[in-house]
C-alpha cells in the first residue's frame, strides 16, 4: 500500500491496472478484525459474532468467489434514525461480506487517492478530523482577509451521486476492470426497505465502508478542483474553502467575490445532477471588522453560522476588546442530547445507579472530548448540570420515597461518574497553521 502511495506520487496521470491482486487472504482476514463488531445485520442477518464462529472457512470462501469471479454483493438494508430537527435521514447497512471487501478495497485506493486529494478537504482521510476543519475555518477568519462568509451545504448529495460520472471519475486513476465493476456492484445492487426492494439509479448508501471514500472521490473532481481553479482565475480577492465531507465553509474578502461564486457554483453542481440545500445555505458579513463595520452602517449585529456542531459567532474579548471568533454548540443539538440522556434515565431508573452511572460517565466523556473547545465552556457546564439534574429526577422516581435521596447522596454519584468540565482542546492558533 506504501509503494502504491508512492507510485501515485511519482506520477500524477498513472492509471493502476492490476490491483484486484492485492486482495488476498490475509488482507481480508485483517479486514474482518477491523470492522466494528457491535454494527448493525445486514439482509443476511449475520453479525460479526455469527461470522467469527466459522471465519476461517468463511473467507476462504469470500476469497475464491472473489478470485473466480462470481462475488455477488447483496442489497443494502435501510434503516431510518431520527435527526435533531425531528427529519429522518436513511442510512445503509451493508452484510458483513459485502464490509469485508469493500474495507479492502478502501486500503487499497485510499494511498492512491491521498496523493490528489486537496488540502482544504477534511473528511473520512486518515490523520484528519472535524477539529482540524474547525481550526482552518478559525485561523482564516482570525488572521487572514476574510470579510465573508458562504456557509454551503449540498442537498442530499449521497442519495444523489450519479453513478455514471461516479465511474468516469475512478477511471481517472483506476484502469483494473474487476476493481471497477466491483465498485459498480456496490453503486447498483438495490437497497430493502422493510419488504420492499427496489434498484439503487443513484446514489451511494450512507453508512456503508466504501461510501466516505467515494464521496471524496466525487467531491474531489466534481467540486475541489473546480474551486481551487475559480478562486485563482476569478476571485479579486483572497478566497479560504474549508470542506468536510458535503458541507463548506468558503472564506471570501470581497462580497462581489462571494455572490459571483455561488452562481457559478449552482451552474457547476448542476452538471453532476447536485444542487445546493438553499435553506442551508448562506451568505453572511462575518468576520474580524464585520461588528464595526454594521454599527457604522447602523445595522444588527453579525449574523452566525453553523458547521460542524459549532454554531460560529463574532465576539469580543473581555480584556482588550478584540475580536474573538466564539464557538458554542448548536443548541439543537445540545438540547436533542439532553432529550437522549433523559429518556434513557427513565428507561433505566430502576437498575443500579452505577451500571447506569458508567453509562452516563461514557456519554458525556464523548461529547466532551468533541466539544470542549476553548470558549465553549458555558455550553460544556450547562450540559454537565442539565444532566446531573435529570439523572437525580430519574432516581427519585425509583420510589414513593425518593425524595430521601438528597443531593448530599448524589455528590457521591457526581463525583464518581461525571466527567469535569475542562478544555479538551487548545486554541487551534496553538496547534494549526494554515
Known amino acids: ?55 476461517t472457512t468463511r473467507l476462504a470462501s469470500l476469497h475464491q468467489r472473489l478470485q473466480a469471479g462470481c462475488y455477488k454483493a447483496k442489497p443494502v438494508k435501510r434503516i431510518w434514525i431520527p435527526k435533531a430537527d425531528g427529519t429522518l435521514r436513511p442510512i445503509g447497512v451493508t452484510s458483513i461480506e ?30 484528519r478530523n472535524q477539529h482540524q476543519a474547525l481550526d482552518a475555518v478559525y485561523m482564516a477568519v482570525t488572521s487572514k482577509k476574510v470579510s465573508w ?24 486513476r483506476i484502469s483494473d476492470k474487476r ?28 453508512g456503508a465502508v466504501i461510501s466516505p471514500l467515494l464521496a471524496n472521490i466525487f467531491l474531489h473532481y466534481g467540486l475541489d478542483l473546480w474551486l481551487h481553479q475559480w478562486r485563482k482565475r476569478h476571485a479579486r480577492g483572497e478566497v479560504y474553502v474549508v470542506r468536510y465531507a458535503d458541507d463548506f465553509v468558503i472564506g471570501l474578502q470581497y462580497k462581489s467575490d462571494g455572490y459571483q461564486l455561488r452562481q457559478a457554483l449552482t451552474k457547476r453542481l448542476a452538471k453532476f445532477s447536485l444542487s445546493l440545500n438553499e435553506s442551508k445555505t448562506h451568505m ?30 463574532c465576539s469580543l474579548r473581555r480584556n482588550d476588546g478584540q475580536f474573538k471568533l466564539l464557538r458554542l454548540s448548536i443548541k439543537k443539538r445540545l438540547t436533542a442530547k439532553l432529550k437522549h440522556i433523559k429518556e434513557v434515565l427513565m428507561k ?3 437498575k443500579s445507579p452505577y451500571d447506569v452511572g458508567q453509562w452516563l460517565k461514557r456519554a458525556l466523556t464523548g461529547y466532551f472530548n468533541y ?17 446531573c439534574k435529570l439523572w437525580i429526577k430519574a432516581l427519585r422516581r425509583r420510589s414513593q420515597k425518593g425524595k430521601t435521596f438528597n ?28
Open 179 to 206: 476493481v471497477l465493476r466491483l465498485i459498480k456492484n456496490w453503486l447498483t445492487v438495490g437497497v430493502v426497505d422493510g419488504d420492499v426492494k427496489s434498484k439503487s439509479w443513484v446514489g451511494t448508501p450512507q
Open 348 to 350: 433505566t431508573r430502576h
Open 98 to 127: 459485502d464490509k469485508i471487501v469493500q474495507q479492502v478495497v478502501v486500503w487499497l485506493l485510499e494511498p492512491i487517492y491521498e496523493v490528489d486529494f486537496l488540502g482544504f478537504s477534511y473528511g473520512f482521510r486518515p490523520n
Open 371 to 387: 466539544f470542549a473547545v476553548p470558549g465553549n465552556g458555558q455550553s460544556i457546564r450547562t450540559m454537565r448540570t442539565e444532566v
Open 284 to 313: 453572511i458579513e462575518f468576520g474580524r471588522f464585520a461588528s464595526l463595520n454594521r454599527r457604522r452602517r447602523k445595522q444588527s449585529k453579525p449574523k452566525t453560522f453553523d458547521f460542524l456542531g459549532f454554531t460560529h459567532i
Open 149 to 172: 462568509i458562504l456557509d454551503a451545504d449540498l442537498k442530499g448529495f449521497f442519495d444523489t451521486i450519479d453513478h455514471q460520472w461516479m465511474m468516469k471519475f475512478l477511471e481517472h
Open 407 to 434: 443531593w448530599k447522596r448524589m455528590k457521591g454519584l457526581v463525583w464518581m461518574y461525571i466527567p469535569h468540565t475542562r478544555n479538551r482542546h487548545p486554541y487551534p492558533n496553538q496547534r494549526f497553521a494554515l
Open 1 to 55: 500500500m506504501d509503494r502504491l502511495g508512492e507510485a501515485a506520487k511519482r506520477n500524477k496521470s498513472l492509471q493502476f491496472d492490476n490491483l484486484f491482486h492485492h486482495i488476498n487472504l490475509a488482507l481480508l482476514h485483517k479486514a474482518f478484525s477491523h470492522l466494528n463488531k457491535r454494527a448493525a445485520k445486514g439482509v443476511d442477518n449475520v453479525g460479526w459474532f455469527e461470522y467469527q464462529v466459522n471465519a
